[in-house]
């Protein structure tokens, strides 16, 4: 996996503020939600990966650049 920039860590905390509804398209992990679950991101890590809150109760990060999500 490369390491995202610092520039596009920001640009991905501007496009995905907190409070964010997105929807999973896809997700490269066992323990993932179903497509089409809805979640509400509440932040954005060092390697821009969202942190999400999963309708599911799960709070799975979405991974920068391997996870899919459509932004609501």
């Known amino acids: 996996m490369k390491w995202p920039t610092k520039e596009e860590v920001e640009q991905v905390r501007r496009e995905y503020p907190p ?14 939600p179903p497509p089409g679950t809805t979640g509400k991101v509440i ?4 390697t821009a990966s969202l942190l999400v ?10 991974l920068y650049g391997i996870d899919q999500v459509k932004k609501l």
Not at 21 to 30: A, G, Q, S, T, Y
């Open 53 to 62: 809150e999963w309708q599911t109760g799960s709070s799975l990060n979405v």
């Open 43 to 46: 932040g954005v890590d060092d």
């Open 19 to 32: 409070g964010t509804i997105v929807r999973l398209v896809w997700m490269d992990d066992p323990q993932a």
